[in-house]
């Protein structure tokens, strides 16, 4: 159980373009959902924090209204990448948690996302 | 051997070797630990847990210790294997509510056949 998909895996936009990349939580209610992005040779860096049914927080540095992040449901996080420039080309992925199973996060396989 | 690179360190190990991937954490409250397993080009996959109250868990090939003494939590990966090369990380879950876990810098690990 705990299965995380993101849609879609890899992405190439033009630059201006907004992008916006899914997470489900297939097989659980993800109380939690987590945005991180990750560059090559790097750590995840925490994006944002979203809870089903409220705005989502937002770690410092991070530009809320070029980053939506919206959690609809208990299965659905949906994050766009707005007006998309080359310097936001990077590794998005998702995390989920459902915290009547605790506190472990369970990650979604990424999305890669090019911005010409 | 183990060597610092530009932003990852990297652990080289023979294939049948026994693996040691290091981590330090910081918050000496934090009360739940997670070891993930990262291949290249995918998401981080969850591979075992220790909760405070213990200082030794052991699963498939792997083992995690925790010394909350020197705030220091250790992977063992018995019998090495070319499918075990991989980035790991630890995370630490800080107590406060539903709040992320926080992640180490991550070890890429380098299996050599």
């Known amino acids: 159980g705990a299965v995380v998909s993101q849609h879609p895996s890899r992405v190439i936009c033009k630059s201006g373009t907004s992008v916006k990349i899914e997470c489900r939580s297939l097989d659980f209610q993800a109380t939690t959902m987590f945005w991180y992005r990750q560059f090559p040779k790097q750590s995840l860096m925490l994006m944002a924090t979203?809870?089903?049914?409220?705005?989502?927080?937002?770690e410092q540095g991070v530009e809320k209204d070029k980053f939506l992040i919206n959690h609809a449901s208990l299965t659905l996080s949906t994050l766009t990448v707005t007006s998309a420039h080359p310097e936001d080309s990077s590794f998005y992925i998702c995390s989920a948690r459902d915290l009547d199973r605790g506190k472990t996060q369970y990650f979604g396989p990424g999305t890669r996302l090019l911005v010409l | 051997g183990e060597s610092v690179g530009l932003h990852l360190p990297t652990l080289s190990v023979q294939e049948g070797d026994n693996s040691i991937i290091n981590c330090a954490y910081s918050?000496?409250?934090?009360?739940?630990f997670i070891w993930y397993k990262q291949e290249s080009g995918k998401g981080p996959q969850f591979i075992i847990d220790i909760r405070s109250n213990m200082d030794k868990r052991q699963g498939q090939r792997v083992t995690v210790l925790l010394n909350k003494t020197v705030k220091h939590l250790s992977l063992q990966i018995a019998a090495t294997q070319p499918g075990d090369s991989a980035v790991y990380f630890c995370?630490?879950?800080?107590?406060?509510?539903?709040?992320?876990?926080?992640f180490g810098k991550g070890t890429r690990l380098s299996v050599i056949a």
């Open positions: 995370a630490e879950n800080r107590p406060g509510g539903n709040t992320p876990l926080v």
């Open positions: 918050n000496s409250a934090s009360d739940y």
């Open positions: 979203s809870n089903e049914g409220s705005k989502a927080t937002y």
